[in-house]
Structure formats: structure tokens, C-alpha cells
């Protein structure tokens, strides 16, 4: 069986008010054609399908048509969701994803629908578990979805400890391994999908704010030896989880921070047959249609001059280390050479780099532009730009 393994997606996401949507679809048009000239049996997405729990329509269509193309009617697409998806809007569409190629799971509960479903069937599902059958050969496979106490439908006893809280979500993800592991075959390709955080391995500053302290990580014992492979989500950049046997996190195929200027983006192809015991793992770079640049300057008169003088269309980072401030003629002269500027930082020296944002200047209608197409990936409607100018204005005359 040949198996891709992509993951956080993000769909729908922003970069500091620029939608990252055109770029998401040229990535789904390039995995569509990487699994039809490696001839994949089966399409893994490890979860964080989408950037918000509310995904804008676009968002969702291109998520709909992304499972449709790459299923194209002769292989399975399996998705877990993750921390940043809705598990109970994933699950709403699951009966469209079976009779569209689609094994969805949303939450650590959910048992898949046994049935033929064209060129594949499921059967024998059981909470976070399922056997797929596709092109004559079998998987195991153990869906776990993100999973906190809310997901789990479980409290778990902390007295206010932390360490605690970590030891027993712990505890339970490896109870859910092991039931479910034990139902592994020797003349199957046995299959874990997951999206969790697994103690020691690097994760960027996009994810920080999710596994800092640890409390819903997990040590690298839980996962189950007897896999063929384990695909994991999560964590942006590419890597084999630290200490695992088999267990890769595939990244996100976009730079969703600073953090991922440094780190190539791919997808994993794993290509396992149990009757020769071979099990192959390839990366396969993706472009990156607009990458982020950092630049740095020592003054904001060399920062503009950069600008002007070196046009692009990527994502900018602007560094200025001989701190100071910026002037808003100085940031419109910027923004007029540059149109993708990200942020700026003005720092005296490196320990004292301060993240300065640039739209300080801005109205009150401005900034609720930019707040509307970060969460919504679209224009405001002009209707509605006014109703909020003759609301801003009010609020302004009362003051």
C-alpha cells in the first residue's frame, strides 16, 4: 500500500490580513498530481483541515473539492480533525465524504459507518478504529482526532497540578492506543493517525501556544510499536517524532510563521508491503508559491530603500536593529514599494527586540477592514463597511 500523509492544512488561514487561500489551492492542484503520478493507494490528513473552528465558505469548498480530487473515485481520503478545527461541523459532512471517498473523524468517540462504498469498504469499526479495504489489500487503521478533556467527554484529576493533568491524559491516550492496537494483524498494514503533540519533538512558534506546559502531550511510549506507520499532525515542521519508531509528523505545506522561513515543506509518501517487509519513507518537497523573506536593515531609511529597490512577491519581514520609530509617511513610502510587508521589528539590539505593528495609524473602518478579511478571507461588503462607519462614528461623537 502507498500512502500520502499530509497535514495542517489551515485552510482559510491569514498572514497578518493576507489570505493564504490562492496559495492553499495551488498546493491541493500539486498534490493532485503527485498522487497520480506515484500512483497512491490511499491519502492520509492529519488533521487542522482549517485555520478556525468557523470556516469561511471558500474555505469549505476548497476542503470539499480537495477530498473529491485527490479521492478521484479510487482512493480513500482519511481525516482527522484537529485542535483548530470543529470536529462537530467535520462530522456534519461525513455522509457526503463515504459515497465522495472520504473516511471523516472528528472527535476520539467516533465509530466509522461499515459499509461498500465503491472502490473501498470499512467494517469492523469500533471507537477511534476501523479496517479499510482498497485495491485488494487491507488496513488497520486507529483514527485519534485531537483530543483535551472536552473532546475526550473526560475529566481528568489534576488537584491543580499540571504535571498531573499531563500524566493522566497520558494514561489515557495510551489505554485508547493499546485496546485498539491489539486488534493489529500481521497480514495487514497496520495504520495510526494522530494529532498530538509528542514530548521532545520541535514545534514552531505557530503551535507554542498549544503545547507549552505539556498538559496535553504525550511520551513517545503510547504509540504502538506493532505500526507500520504512524502519521501525525500538529507540529509545521517536517520531522520523525522524537523517539518513535515509524511516526513522522508531514508539517504544514505553507510557511504559517517567522519560525517556518528556514523550513522546506513537504508531504510523506510511506510505501509498505508486509509479504516482501518493505516500508519505505520518502519526502516530497512541495513548492511554496510565495515564501517569507526576512530582511534586515539598520536604519528605517535603509529599510525603505530596500523596499524600492528590491520589488518581490513574497511575504516580507522587515528587521530594523538600529531600532527607533517609524514615521507614517515612512511606513506608507514602505507599503507603496512592498505591497506584501508582514511586520516589522525595531529593536535597539537583540535583547530588547520589541514586534512593532505598523497599522497604528490607521481608522477605525481600517482596522475593521483588515480584522474582517483576516477572520471572514474576503472583502467587506460595502453595506456593510457603511453600517459600521455610521456605528464608529456614533461611538466617537458620544466620546
Known sequence: MKILHTAD????????????????GFFVDELCEICSDENIDLVIVAGDVFDTKNPSAEAERLFFSAVKRLSDN?????????????PDKLNAARPWAYVNGAVISGLPSDIAENGDFGFYSVENSSSSYYELSVNGEKACVIALPYANEARLSKLFETDGDRGLLQKNYTKEIERIMQEASARFRSDTVNLVIGHMFVLGSYASDKETGTVVGGSYAVSAS????????IALGHLHKNQKAAGCKNAYYSGSPLQY????????????????DKKSGKNEIE?????????????????VEEAIEKCQSLPCANYVYIKINGGGSIKPSEWRAM?????????????AD???????????QKSGVEYFGDYYRQRKGKEPSEGLVKLFSE???SEEEQE
Do not use: M
Request: hydrophobic share 45%; charged share 25%.
Open 222 to 229: 503510547v504509540l504502538p510499536e506493532n505500526a507500520d506507520y
Open 257 to 272: 510563521s517567522l519560525s517556518e522561513i528556514t523550513t522546506p515543506k513537504c508531504v510523506i509518501i510511506a510505501d509498505i
Open 283 to 299: 519526502k516530497r518537497y512541495v513548492k511554496c508559491v510565495r515564501p517569507l523573506v526576512l530582511w534586515e536593515a539598520e536604519s
Open 9 to 24: 492544512w489551515h485552510f482559510g488561514a491569514n498572514l497578518n490580513g493576507f489570505s493564504r487561500l490562492e496559495e492553499q
Open 74 to 86: 479510487k482512493r480513500p481520503v482519511l481525516v482527522i480533525a484537529g485542535n483548530h478545527d470543529n
Open 391 to 393: 456605528i464608529f462614528a
Open 350 to 360: 537583540e535583547a530588547a527586540s520589541n514586534l512593532v505593528f505598523l497599522e497604528l
Open 335 to 347: 507599503k507603496q514599494a512592498q505591497k506584501y510587508i508582514v511586520d516589522i521589528e525595531l529593536s
